[in-house]
C-alpha cells in the first residue's frame, strides 16, 4: 500500500509568489493533517480535517494560509504572498479516523522562499 | 506555549546500553501518547503508543513506561544500536481530539 504522497517534494518560491503543496491520503484513512516542521519551531500542528470536513484550524496562521480537501483523495495546503519565514517541511498525514490513533506522514514537501 | 516538554535535548549512548528519553505534559485531558523517530532526510515514523489506561507498553526493544500522576512518559531503548540514532518526538493528543502536540525532540546518537 502507498503511503501518504505529497507533491512536490522540493518548492522554491519568490517572496510575495503563491505555493499550493499538496497532499493525497492513505486510501481509506478518514482524517487528514498539515503539520509544519522547522528548526527552531519544531514539529507545529497546522489543521486537520475528517471525512473531508475542517475540524481543527487552530495552527494556521490567521492571514495568507488555506487548506482545503475537495475530495477523500486529496488535500491541498495554499500559501499567499509567501514570506521567508514561510521556509520549512510541510508534512502531511494521515489516520484511519483520528482519534487515539497516531497518523502516519508523508515524506514532506520543502518550501524555500527567497 | 508548549504543552509537551521532552529531555534531554541530545543523548549519546554506547552500543548496547539503554537509552531514556523523557516527557511531560500539562494537560490532564491528554489520552493518547504516541512516539515518532525520524531519521535526517526522512518524516516522522511512528515507533510506539501508549494509553493511560496501561503504564508500560512494550514493543520489542522499545518499552513506554507511563505515570499518570505525575504526568511523564518515557521511553526506553533497550540494547541501543547505532542504527537507532535519529531524533526522537513523544506527543500526545487530548480526548475527542485528534490533534497531536509534540514535543521538542530528542537527538539520540549511539556510538560504537
Known amino acids: 500500500n502507498a503511503g501518504v504522497i505529497q507533491t512536490p517534494r522540493h518548492k522554491v518560491t519568490g517572496k510575495g509568489q503563491e505555493a499550493t503543496l499538496w497532499c493525497e491520503p492513505i486510501?481509506?484513512?478518514?482524517?487528514v493533517f498539515w503539520y509544519r516542521q522547522t528548526i527552531v519551531q519544531g514539529l507545529e500542528f497546522l489543521t486537520y480535517?475528517?471525512?473531508?470536513?475542517?475540524?481543527?484550524d487552530s495552527g494556521m496562521p490567521k492571514e495568507r494560509f488555506s487548506a482545503q480537501m475537495p475530495n477523500q483523495s486529496h488535500s491541498t495546503l495554499k500559501i499567499q504572498s509567501t514570506q521567508p519565514q514561510d521556509s520549512a517541511v510541510y508534512l502531511c498525514?494521515?489516520?484511519?479516523?483520528?482519534?487515539?490513533?497516531?497518523?502516519?506522514f508523508g515524506e514532506g514537501t520543502r518550501l524555500s522562499v527567497l | 506555549q508548549q504543552q509537551v516538554r521532552q529531555s534531554p535535548q541530545s543523548l549519546t549512548v554506547w552500543e548496547g546500553e539503554t537509552a531514556i528519553l523523557n516527557c511531560s505534559y500539562e494537560?490532564?485531558?491528554?489520552?493518547?501518547f504516541p512516539w515518532y523517530h525520524q531519521f535526517p532526510g526522512e518524516s516522522p515514523a511512528l515507533l510506539i503508543a501508549?494509553?493511560?489506561?496501561?503504564n508500560k507498553k512494550e514493543d520489542g526493544r522499545f518499552t513506554i513506561f507511563f505515570n499518570k500522576r505525575e504526568k511523564k512518559f518515557s521511553l526506553h531503548i533497550a540494547d541501543s544500536q547505532p542504527g537507532d540514532s535519529a531524533t526522537y518526538f513523544c506527543?500526545?493528543?487530548?480526548?475527542?481530539?485528534?490533534?497531536?502536540?509534540f514535543g521538542e525532540g530528542t537527538k539520540l546518537t549511539v556510538s560504537s
Open positions: 480535517f475528517r471525512n473531508q470536513a475542517p475540524i481543527d
Open positions: 498525514a494521515s489516520s484511519f479516523d483520528g482519534n487515539n490513533q497516531a497518523p502516519l
Open positions: 494537560d490532564s485531558t491528554f489520552d493518547y
Open positions: 506527543a500526545a493528543n487530548q480526548g475527542g481530539s485528534a490533534k497531536l502536540i
Open positions: 486510501s481509506g484513512h478518514s482524517a
Open positions: 501508549i494509553r493511560p489506561v496501561s
